[in-house]
């Protein structure tokens, strides 16, 4: 099984800020890692797919990167509406798993 | 739009089986390439692949619980379900119903469309 590691666990930052949040598999996954937006009471949303590609709909402030092993999610600016949690998640092997999440809240 | 709906009792006593169904509509659960699969989420935790199953009834499941989870599928329905023995109060969680196709590229070979989860609770 892949597990993948999300850090930090928590990122406290205001409004307009830079988030950088990280994902590390256990071994390679290629670019094969997606990453999900989680707000309170609802199921997650697809932000990043294949490591870099935003899903439909999402904005250019939304970023991805990385290969193999390391991932990053970039928020370049944070609006009221992302602080929220985010989970990775890989396709390349069976089982399907998903990071532990970081949660970015308002500092 | 395609939307996907859970179903289910929402309180479960331990050592019995847990039964949801999933609904889909503004499509066919025939059409395409696609594996319908079931993800849980315990209060306050992450997320957990459960499995998938595609509309040929090819299942694939998480070896974690691969023991006590069956995933079948009615074309006729429309509808896909999930049951999970032997339940624990581990096993409470809201469980979501979500999509992502087996071929090709692209967003949809992630988990593109979700149903909006449907809380579970184990006790007695």
Known sequence: EIV??????TLSLSPGERATLSCRASQSVGSYLAWYQQKPGQAPRLLIYDAS??????PARFSGSGSGTDFTLTISSLEPEDFAVY????????PLTFGGGTKVEIK | QLQLQESGPGLVKPSETLSLTCTVSGGSIRSGSYYWGWIRQPPGKGLEWIGSISYGGSTYYNPSLKSRV???VDTSKNQFYLELSSVTAADTA???C???????????RYFDYWGQGTLVTVSS
Do not use: E, F, K
């Open chain 2, 70 to 72: 069956t995933i079948s």
């Open chain 1, 53 to 58: 590609n935003r899903a439909t709909g999402i």
């Open chain 1, 87 to 94: 989970y990775c998640q890989q396709r390349t092997n069976w």
């Open chain 1, 4 to 9: 993948l590691t999300q850090s930090p666990v």
């Open chain 2, 94 to 96: 809201v469980y979501y």
């Open chain 2, 98 to 108: 979500a999509r992502r196709d087996y071929y090709g590229s692209g967003q949809s």
